[in-house]
């Protein structure tokens, strides 16, 4: 089992941004706790990191027959990305959405996420927890198969 981790914008400066709403954590920390979970899991995993949408699209493109799931914190391309919605699609590989925050109890415009509904499952305001969780539910349904 091969996993891909998409993280969008501005996730880079985790740590420095808004510490109140995600933490003292860096990505470096993130990519770490999902790097040694993986490794007790053997599961083999990849992270990326983008603040640009169109990177992000070629990196779900190439996706393709190289990785059966995908974790994707789409950060705010999530509010605004048919894009990333498109491509989720376009490559139907089974795809797991994070958010950091409780993105339901903060402004308006983060209640929507247009990446969703290529989305076997949507995890929302476990801050770091939330990737793992998400690492065991793409686990889970990759077994189902
Ligand atoms: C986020 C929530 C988004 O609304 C925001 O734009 C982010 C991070 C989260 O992880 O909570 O950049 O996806």
Not at 108 to 117: G, P
Request: glycine share 6%; with cysteine; proline share 3%.
């Amino acid at each position: 089992m091969k996993i891909l981790i998409i993280n969008g914008p501005n996730l880079n400066l985790l740590g420095l941004r808004e510490p109140g709403i995600y933490g003292n954590n860096t990505l470096a920390d993130l990519e770490k706790l999902i790097a040694e979970t993986c490794r007790e899991k053997q599961i083999q995993v990849e992270c990326f990191q983008s603040n640009h949408e169109g990177a992000i699209v070629d990196k779900i493109q190439a996706a393709y027959g190289q990785f059966d799931g995908i974790v994707i914190n789409p950060a705010a391309y999530t509010h605004t990305s048919v894009a990333i919605l498109d491509a989720l699609k376009a490559v139907s590989l089974p795809a797991v959405e994070v958010h950091l925050s409780d993105v339901d109890h903060r402004e308006e415009f983060r209640r929507h996420s247009f990446v969703s509904s290529a989305c076997i499952a949507t995890i929302k305001g476990k801050h770091f927890a939330g990737y793992l969780e998400a690492i065991d539910l793409l686990e889970k349904h990759l077994a189902q198969k």
